[in-house]
């Protein structure tokens, strides 16, 4: 371990020597996995602080983009994260709190079918992994017959779990429990088979070394399209008075997601965070970073995707209008 971590620590001060973790525009990935995107070479930030003027958002503590954006861009936006789950973020953004905010399927669902908004983009993808406490467990169809808690309980988690388990034909016994319920039971070490979104899982089987990640279930989703975690919408009548503001923040968020997704933009990234004090420790941080399933889509791509994805969520998802998705 001590080994690691000099090693760990050698790469992180070449990192930072090389480049400090700032973003850079890059050409657009939109609609595409982003798992080979270019390392990200930041540059030096002078742009002028807009004080009052700064774009107000709204995002979780664990949404990485926006963690990144928040160092990068303090200049231009101010986003509060602090004690920011999806349901709170789609709160700020309805009673007009923000001008943005990062939400899951249902809470983007919800915020579209009560306000004017307008999706902007997608910056993540779900991803499920299977956790166990000392049982060998490689493929789903060994689950048959047994117990398995599983988060996101009455969110699209649960749908896109649930349906996952129907297509494969498995007939496990899905207890469905919110995140912070199934890390709870991780930590007191209650129970033997969980399933977690990332990057929830690696924060949860920290708390309890007697758990580890078997495999990803999610790797068994057959639909053409991907299951999405995050949806950046925006009020509608901020995205029609400031156009060049929304185009310029779509660079900035976009260029930021990409560069989680390299091994060296991860490491660098690990390192800001904990030492803005973001999370408890750089090696942690890395490994969550590195679990999330990073993935920028926009305009078309953003249509077909969500779209897909409000259809499998029900009926106030599916109801949705074209007229939400952000075309400029």
């Not at 969110?155 to 912070?180: P, R």
């Not at 709870?184 to 690696?202: D, V």
């Not at 009548?237 to 997704?261: Q, R």
């Amino acid at each position: 371990m001590k080994y690691f971590k000099k090693i760990f620590a050698v790469l992180l001060t070449l990192t930072m020597i090389l480049s400090f973790a700032s973003c850079k525009d890059e050409p657009s990935q939109s609609g595409s996995e982003i798992e080979n995107a270019p390392t990200v070479a930041p540059v030096q930030v002078s742009d002028p602080d807009r004080g009052e003027d700064k774009i107000k958002i709204a995002a979780s503590e664990r949404d990485y983009a926006f963690r990144k954006l928040s160092i990068d861009r303090s200049y231009a936006y101010e986003i509060t994260a602090k004690d920011v789950d999806s349901a709170k973020a789609a709160d700020m953004l309805l009673k007009n709190q923000v001008s943005i905010a990062s939400l899951n399927v249902d809470d983007a669902a919800k915020v579209a079918s009560q306000a004017d908004v307008r999706i902007l983009a997608v910056t993540s993808e779900i991803r499920l992994s299977l956790i166990t406490k000392g049982e060998e467990i490689r493929k789903i169809e060994s689950l048959g017959g047994k117990t398995v808690y599983c988060g996101g309980k009455d969110t699209f988690v649960q749908a896109v779990t649930e349906k996952i388990f129907s297509d494969k034909g498995v007939g496990a016994d899905l207890v469905f429990l919110s995140d912070s319920e199934v890390a709870a039971k991780i930590k007191n070490g209650e129970a033997g088979l969980f399933i977690l979104q990332e990057p929830e899982s690696i924060y949860a089987i920290s708390q309890n070394a007697d758990y580890s990640r078997a495999f990803e279930i999610s790797g068994y989703w057959e639909e053409e399209f991907s299951p999405v975690s995050r949806c950046v919408v925006a009020r509608a009548d901020f995205v029609t008075a400031n156009p060049e503001l929304v185009k310029e923040f779509m660079t900035h968020i976009e260029t930021c997601t990409n560069s989680l997704s390299t091994e060296m933009g991860a490491m660098s990234n690990a390192t800001a965070f904990a030492e803005e004090g973001f999370f408890p420790a750089s090696e942690l941080t890395l490994n969550a970073i590195n679990s999330t399933k990073h993935a920028y889509y926009e305009k078309e791509a953003l249509k077909e995707i969500v779209s897909a994805n409000f259809a499998l969520a029900g009926s106030e998802a599916a109801s949705v209008s074209d007229a939400v998705y952000y075309m400029g």
